[in-house]
């Protein structure tokens, strides 16, 4: 509309004037429609073709949203298992901060299997001591039973030999019954090294790897005992937390609140239209201004053009995407700083504003390779930012009033 107003006051408005103060032509009689339309009627085409010709310069090299946003994150609050709350330690709209318990699970399976897992531990602990008794006893064993085969061996050796001095004087079945015993003590000895090493071997083997398992499931009780206190991620106001002690938590379900950070975004994501994909550049400065800061305008600069379209990604799934259910065309996501630092402040997270940015064409003004026409053009396309500039300061000041009188819809 404003562009069709400026461009009727350089055809229109002159020639009413000239035929109503010049010519003494009356309105109604002989200034009408029809004679006006007749009498303008290319001017009036003219007026039409060059308002959509500036307003198809100004949206192409200066593009303008009203899809601009402070973005903010939230963090939910969930434990990470189902689990009956026992106790809250906030409320609603509280302000927390990192490391700040919230709330606490009930524990009684994570104690009760921390304190088997300690009870195994001291039962492994009283085995090894008595592995260690054991290993003495085995010792002792082994030293007795060595003892009895040197015994059986010398009394072998002395029979033997009074049999070799005077054969006859000890009898045979003697002789056979000390090599039995000799093989028996033999035998004896082997047992008791055998229950020695295998004593030894429960006690630094078996018994140490049972105190690791007893641990390490000591440790993992304890973990979980840990999880049922849940605390504050980041320094925050805890939103939509309406737990209450007997309230069943489950993570699959629902969160039990939502923690929105302090920290705050700078910037503001806007999208603009895709006929602007050629023209939107990093280093672009723009212009906002927001509903939460009324009469304000805020110059930006672009600090980031993203190069795909959200309309356009594919999620695997079971069914057939069908090109179609994209017909819809998206938007280009720019990334919009404020040109000096704190400019953006007073805007709650969240807040939506509208945007316009501008083409800069100094460098190619300034060069001596462009024509005079084409030097023209460019001059002309400054010329028409200008004009854009102030249709955002019109919007700047109509904006409040819009949101007073419709909603902000």
Known sequence: MVELFLCSMLTILPDFLYRRFVQGKRLGHEINLFTVWFELRWGITLCLLLTLS?????????PATKSANSMFRTVTIMPEKVGRVAETFVELNERVKAGQPLFRLDSTEQEAAAATAQRKIAEVEAAMVGAKSQLAEADARVVQAR??????VDELAAREQVQRRSPGSVAVRDIERMRVQVDTQEGAV?????????????????????KASAEAALREAQVDLKKTLVVAGTDGILQQFALRPGDVVNPMVKPAGILVPERRATGLVAGFGQIEAQVMKVGMIGEVTCIAMPWRIVPVVVTEVQNVIASGQVRQTDQLLDVQQMAVPGTITVIMEPLYPGQLDALPQGGSCIANAYTSNYEALQSNDIGALHRFGLHAIDTVGLVHAMILRIQALLLPMQVLVFGGH
């Not at 008791?192 to 790897?209: F, Y």
Request: aromatic share 8%; no cysteine.
């Open 54 to 62: 500036l307003i198809t310069t100004i949206f192409y090299f200066h």
């Open 147 to 152: 003892a009895a085969l040197k015994q059986a």
């Open 190 to 210: 082997e047992a008791a090294v055998a229950a020695r090493t295998g004593t030894l071997s429960e006690l630094e083997d078996k018994l140490p790897a049972e």
